[in-house]
């Protein structure tokens, strides 16, 4: 076991518009959820760490307003992209470990196009 | 604080071919976890292996051997007698024991020519 899924796989929308990305945990409870962003060639850059029921802690220089994380169960996680940009085009991938355990478990990924 | 470095940051080899993707890293812990994933043209980050610091044992998984060695801080990884589908991008990352996060890597985007 260990599988993550992502929905959707991908998605295109227009600028001023906001987009959710959903992340579940399919077979095992998730006490923490990772949320990381990935440019083209480039290696993840993580942007937030969700545990259930809690507000998100957010790495430096990411705009918790603009990208709303939710993680109301133990098996699901939420990213909103508020009031998308082009600038926010990217392959947005979330990765789910389980308690007290270090190994993330990662989804397919999420690319954005934002028009 | 804690670094991944993968020099590699591209390599081609014939298919059949062995290969070593070379990983060092830095953290002050004397306790935390190195990781090696997978990732193809598909996106998906796949897991491979964990190690724990106190485990200084080499693993061999079918094609895939790793070797840590703590007194040079590496993590290499091997692909044994190649294959075209071993082609991806192959990330190593650092996790200490205080937190949940992990550290990636650059990454190493392995070509498998046919």
């Known amino acids: 076991g260990a599988v993550v899924s992502q929905h959707p796989s991908r998605v295109i929308c227009k600028s001023g518009t906001s987009v959710k990305i959903e992340c579940r945990s399919l077979?095992?409870?998730?006490?923490?959820m990772f949320w990381y962003r990935q440019f083209p060639k480039q290696s993840l850059m993580l942007m937030a760490t969700s545990n259930e029921g809690s507000k998100a802690t957010y790495e430096q220089g990411v705009e918790k307003d603009k990208f709303l994380i939710n993680h109301a169960s133990l098996t699901l996680s939420t990213l909103t992209v508020t009031s998308a940009h082009p600038e926010d085009s990217s392959f947005y991938i979330c990765?789910?470990?389980?308690?007290?355990?270090?190994?993330?478990?990662f989804g397919p990924g999420t690319r954005l196009l934002v028009l | 604080a804690q670094k991944v470095t993968q020099a590699q940051t591209e390599i081609s080899v014939v298919e059949k071919e062995d290969v070593t993707l070379d990983c060092v890293y830095e953290?002050?812990?004397?306790?935390?976890?190195l990781f090696w994933y997978k990732q193809p043209p598909s996106g998906e980050l796949v897991f491979l292996i964990r190690r724990n610091s106190f485990d200084e044992q080499n693993e061999i998984s079918g094609r895939y051997s790793w070797n840590f060695q703590k007194s040079t801080s590496s993590f290499n990884f091997t692909i044994t007698a190649s294959q075209v589908v071993d082609s991806a991008v192959y990330f190593c990352?650092?996790?200490?024991?205080?937190?949940?996060?992990?550290?990636f890597g650059k990454g190493t985007r392995l070509h498998i020519l046919p």
């Open positions: 990765s789910a470990s389980k308690l007290a355990r270090k190994t993330q478990y």
């Open positions: 077979d095992f409870q998730a006490t923490t």
């Open positions: 953290t002050r812990d004397t306790t935390y976890y």
């Open positions: 990352a650092l996790s200490e024991v205080r937190d949940d996060k992990i550290i």
